[in-house]
């Protein structure tokens, strides 16, 4: 069983939000690095860029696939995680933690009611 967070929403493409106040910070879930395995590269949008809820906001590499990240939230960019530009294995090693790709400002906090809980999400990777 994965490791999943209590205080993380999820969408079903296996991405994560933690929201506080009026931001969300962003990655994909332990399951999802996990199934893609050793993540070699990703490319994410910059500083400013909007995102919305349900589209692709970047790529995500690993040896034997390439998926888009879709984000849970939509919002406007406000920082990127540079570090997975040197080192995106921090993805594998800590996907809720170090591994996180972005944070935006919220433009709609409403658009959480259609992300799934911890409990939720559990059921989605028993399935």
């Not at 106040?21 to 893609?36: H, K, M, R, S, V």
């Not at 939230?73 to 294995?89: C, M, R, Y």
């Not at 906090?109 to 559990?122: G, K, Q, R, V």
Request: glycine residues 10%; contains cysteine; hydrophobic residues 40%.
């Amino acid at each position: 069983m994965s490791d999943i967070p209590e205080d993380l929403l999820f969408n079903s493409d296996h991405d994560w939000v933690r929201i506080e106040g009026d931001t969300g910070t962003c990655g994909i879930t332990d399951y999802a690095q996990g199934e893609l395995g050793d993540i070699v590269f990703l490319e994410l949008p910059e500083i400013g860029d909007f995102v919305a809820q349900g589209e692709s906001y970047g790529i995500i590499e690993a040896v034997k696939t390439v998926s888009d990240l879709i984000a849970p939230v939509s919002g406007e960019v406000i920082d990127v995680n540079i570090q997975l530009t040197d080192d995106a294995a921090l993805v594998n090693d800590d996907p809720y933690g170090e591994g996180w790709m972005i944070q935006v400002r919220l433009s709609d906090p409403s658009e959480t009611e259609f992300l799934m809980d911890a409990p939720a999400y559990a059921g989605l990777v028993d399935e």
